[in-house]
């Protein structure tokens, strides 16, 4: 079994409107240093299969067909080692 960390975020030429809010938000408390910040989701899912290559096969499926909006977001993930927090 595979526990896996699944990021999506918007892709770099796609406008982020929240991510827009938030850094106005930021320098409205007084933290000017502070830029650009981009607002996506991480998921967490653990897969019941041995190979890395089943496992990149199922990540891969899932994130184009139901979790990431490929036209407009982008995804990576990574498999978390044994003792890593979930």
Do not use: C, W
């Not at 930021?26 to 502070?34: A, F, I, K, S």
């Not at 650009?36 to 496992?55: F, H, M, N, P």
């Amino acid at each position: 079994m595979k526990k896996i960390e699944l990021h999506i975020t918007l892709q770099p030429q796609v406008l982020d409107t929240q991510g827009q809010a938030l850094t106005r938000a930021v320098h409205d408390l007084g933290y000017e240093q502070v830029n650009d910040i981009r607002v996506g989701k991480v998921l967490y899912l653990t897969v019941d299969e041995a190979s890395d290559e089943a496992v990149d096969n199922i990540v891969t499926t899932l994130s184009e067909k139901l979790f990431a909006n490929t036209v407009i977001e982008e995804y990576s993930y990574k498999v978390v080692e044994e003792g890593e927090k979930f």
